[in-house]
Every structure is written in C-alpha cells, then in structure tokens.
C-alpha cells in the first residue's frame, strides 16, 4: 500500500463541492481527483493524469491548481506544506478564467497560520 498524503480541509471545500457540483459525475471525478492527491506515489514521480496538478501562474505563492473536469471549468485550489495537503477553494466553471482575481479576493485563506 503506498503512503497517504493528508488531506486538510479546514474551509469545507469537499464540503461546498457536493452541495454546488452539477452532477453525481462531477461529484464522482472530485472523489477520484482527491485519490489521486492523496497518493504519494504521484508525488514522487510528479503525475496526476485526472487532475492535472499544476500551480497557478501569476501568484507569489505556489498556489496548486487540479482539475475536477477541465471542461466544465471545476477546479480545486490547494497548498502543498509539509507533505500535507491543503484544500482552500473550489472554483466554479464560470470563475475558473479569472484565478488571480478570485486568488486576491480570498487572499486570507492562501495563506498557512
């Protein structure tokens, strides 16, 4: 079995996920994406095919970026600290072309206390 990274959820993003996602679908692939997150052995070799992890340009801090569907625009916007992993926002399909902007309005959150 390979080792687990944790997952912190201090802001309800799972949470706001199953109440706002569209479709048993979509809720379906967040459960997959957050699989995925949770493997360590992705991290090491550095691939996430279902979420495309990747960090968000444009920001000072390495904020992480993973597709829940890439066409639907659903993402999900997290920090990586001492191998734990940290949800801050679920971003809708309509929101997700204006990252830096939603980023900015919700800077409190993008940042580990």
């Known amino acids: 079995m390979s080792q687990v990274k944790p997952l912190i959820d201090k802001y309800g993003v799972i949470f706001k996920a199953n109440k706002n ?19 360590n052995n992705n991290h090491i070799i550095k691939q996430f095919p279902k979420s495309q992890l990747h960090p968000v340009k444009g920001i000072k801090q390495t904020v992480y970026r993973a597709y829940i569907d890439k066409i639907s625009g659903w993402r999900i916007h997290l920090l990586l600290e001492n191998s734990n992993i940290y949800l801050i926002d679920i971003i809708e399909g309509q929101k997700h072309d204006k990252v830096v902007k939603v980023i900015k309005a919700k800077k409190d959150r993008y940042t580990l206390d």
């Open 21 to 39: 996602l569209p479709d048993n679908e979509h809720k379906i692939k967040l459960i997959e994406v957050l699989s995925e997150l949770e493997d």
